[in-house]
Each structure stands twice: as structure tokens, then as C-alpha cells.
């Protein structure tokens, strides 16, 4: 989740998970349209918005290749050596 601020008197923060937005615009305010048709108005720029999402993204990605790596590690330390394996 990215956490975004919607523009009003107190530019309240909120949690908003990246693979519901379908556009962000400025109209000139940053106006983040969900896959449910809802519009948000925030107060980051657009490029901010961009940003977070990607930073989000590449977070993911880095988890999940790291997870990957450490269960294929586990797998070969745990394993017994090849049959045609001198040792």
C-alpha cells in the first residue's frame, strides 16, 4: 500500500493499494481514479504519485526474489549431493 494525503482542510493521509488506480491527473489537483470509478483528490503531483507506486512495486518484486533465492538456497543445502558426485 502507498500512503497518499487527500487535499482538504487537514490534508488527511490514507492507505491506497496501487493496483486499483487506473489514472492519475492533474486538472490542476491530482485527481487518482480507482478501477471502481471513484476519483480521489490528493495533494502529491502526479510524478510523486508515479513514484510511490513504483518504489511499491519494485519492493514487491525485491521480496519476492528475495524469498525465492533464500527457498532455492534451503533446497540445495538441504539436499543430497548427486549421484555422480564423489563425496
Known sequence: M?????????AEPFHLNPDMILTVEAT???VVTLASGSKIVVLEAPDR?????????????????????????RAIEGS???????G
Open 2 to 10: 502507498i500512503v497518499l494525503h487527500r487535499l482538504g482542510h487537514d
Open 28 to 30: 490542476p489537483d491530482t
Open 49 to 73: 504519485v508515479v513514484d510511490e507506486i513504483r518504489h511499491w512495486r519494485a519492493d514487491i518484486l525485491s521480496d519476492a526474489l528475495s524469498s525465492s533465492r533464500r527457498s532455492a538456497m
Open 80 to 86: 543430497p549431493p548427486p549421484a555422480d558426485h564423489p
